[in-house]
């Protein structure tokens, strides 16, 4: 196995393939502010037929990987550029689609070749990370987010089974600045107690999580009491009040087994409502009650906290709760939120996402869905491939070679995808400010004479080794884009005449 090394490189270093933010404007007037290319693409509206299928593949491309979606569209783009000067000269198009299937061929066997197989180490993950963050948010940030995507993946992280991200919450705090985000090893619900005299922070403490209700219901079914006094009518209230009070009872009777003469402490977190005589009750004992919590808060307090989610306080007992070791409630205008940390073996972890603004939460948020999904993928394939441009110098210059092997008119098709795969490196160069030709051949010459995989220091415009500076992309991201743009660009390349496909067509 290979170890990937780092070192520290100037700024944003890595594959800054979206340098700029663009503004988006809806019709009522909603503005949002991003640089992720699958966030623009879902967001805007497209006319177009041609350009609505280039941008439905690159959605695919983000739904399947979770990143990719800038680098499908340049390289669709490129190949049909491409493609067109070939066929402007009176080269068929299914010439250069059979091209295009010898050179994907080719293309995927020299990624197997570069692939660089890793232990999913932390120093390996946040080097994965990073190079995806760094394209979405400015670095600073990107590196705050870098530690703390990575911590929740390995967190959540279970021995011989799937990395499943709904583990991972999302929860947004309009407070402070970006840089403040972190990581909460538990959960953290968007509401408080209801009762003041209940204690806001608690330590050592038993959590019940239930689906019980402890409050008045209306019956499922159609039905009514009928009452021909007020004693009557007090009677039913006092028999109703009963049931409701001997459920909170058994709360409370374990509370007192387990907690008095202690240090450790009780809270409740029901799915269902607590009425206030309830709540009253609970406070008495110094017990922390949360209503109508949210139901995936409840699936995943089970996970974080262990115990049982309880639909019934019959037989109660110890084994069915969880345990954490700090609960506390922090108010934040008129929101409150409640903190569960310190848990036994949180399988279930938050990410609290902290910004001045609305339009920084957002952008965080896409980014660390992206980050999450890029540490997901090495840790999936155990692998990855050198970034900055390198894999697409190094295929470009194998399918050069590769083409004088290739007999007839197909070898164009080989020459076309070679010249568009050079368009990632090319915009790296464009962004950061360098000339494209020249970018390319310094490239090309370092990758002829090192004979191994060079990148771009968007820093310096040389070549560098990706290697060396801990710049790396995702195995199977790469492996997506070349399957699916080369399949996308023949098809296109196919169409002989777009037809619009209505309902008067199919008339007589």
């Known amino acids: 196995m290979t170890t990937c090394k780092k070192r520290t490189v100037s700024i944003n270093a890595f594959d800054a393939k979206k340098y700029l933010m663009r503004k988006l404007v809806s019709g009522a007037g909603d503005i949002k502010i991003t640089k992720d290319g699958n966030v623009l693409l879902h967001e805007m509206q497209i006319q177009h037929p041609t350009a609505s299928l280039i941008a439905r593949a690159s959605t695919a491309q983000d739904d399947i990987t979770g990143d990719g979606t800038t680098s499908t569209v340049l390289v669709i783009g490129e190949l049909l550029k491409q493609a067109d000067i070939y066929i402007s000269e009176g080269l068929h198009p299914r010439m250069l689609t059979e091209g ?4 994907r061929v080719k293309t995927l066997e020299v990624l197997d070749s570069l692939k660089i197989l890793i232990e999913p180490t932390k120093e390996n993950l946040m080097s994965i990370a ?12 990107a590196d705050k987010l870098t530690e703390v995507c990575v911590d929740a993946i390995l967190t959540i992280r279970q021995k011989d089974q799937e990395i499943d991200l709904h583990m991972v919450e999302l929860m947004e705090m309009q407070h402070r600045t970006a840089a403040d985000t972190n990581l909460v090893r538990g959960i953290v619900t968007d509401h408080g107690s209801r009762h003041p005299d209940m204690p806001k922070r608690v ?27 007020a004693e009557e009518r007090e009677k039913l209230v006092a028999a109703e009040r009963e049931f409701i009070d001997n459920r909170v009872r058994k709360i409370i009777e374990l509370k007192k087994k387990l907690c008095d003469g202690t240090d450790k402490s009780f809270v409740v977190i029901n799915q269902k409502g607590i009425d206030p005589p309830s709540l009253d009750m609970l406070a008495r004992e110094n017990i922390l009650a949360l209503r109508r919590a949210k139901r995936r808060n409840m699936e995943r ?50 990410i609290l996402l902290k910004g001045p603004n ?48 290739v007999k007839g008119k197909q070898r164009l098709g080989v020459q076309a995808y070679a010249e568009a795969l050079l368009v990632i490196p090319k915009t790296l160069a464009v962004n950061s400010g360098f000339d494209a030709q020249d970018t390319i051949v310094k490239l090309l010459e370092e990758r002829s004479i090192l004979g191994e995989a060079v990148g771009l220091d968007i820093s310096s415009g040389e070549a560098l080794k990706p290697t060396d500076a801990g710049i790396y992309d995702n195995y199977n991201v790469k492996k997506q884009i070349i399957n699916s743009c080369t399949i ?12 619009r496909a209505g309902l008067s067509s199919l008339k007589g």
């Open 488 to 499: 996308i660009a023949s098809n296109l390349l196919l169409v002989d005449e777009i037809m």
């Open 130 to 141: 990073r190079t995806s963050l760094r394209t979405k948010v400015h670095p600073t940030v």
């Open 301 to 350: 307090l089970a996970l974080a906290c262990g115990g049982t989610a309880m639909n019934s306080f019959d037989d109660l007992t110890e084994e069915h709760l969880g345990w954490a070791g700090l609960v506390y409630e922090h108010v934040l205008g008129e929101t409150k939120y409640t903190f569960i940390e310190e848990c036994k073996k949180p399988n279930s972890v938050t």
């Open 100 to 103: 295009f299937e010898l050179a």
């Open 203 to 229: 330590e050592n403490a038993y959590i019940l999580t239930c689906n019980v209700s402890l409050e008045y219901e209306k019956s499922e079914v159609n039905s009514g009491f009928f009452y021909k006094t």
């Open 358 to 405: 609305k339009y920084t939460l957002e952008q965080l948020k896409d980014a660390v869905r992206d980050g999450l999904r890029a540490i997901k993928n090495a840790i999936d394939d155990r692998a990855v491939i050198p970034g900055a441009g390198a894999f697409e110098v190094a295929a470009s210059q194998v399918l050069h070679q590769y083409k004088e092997k």
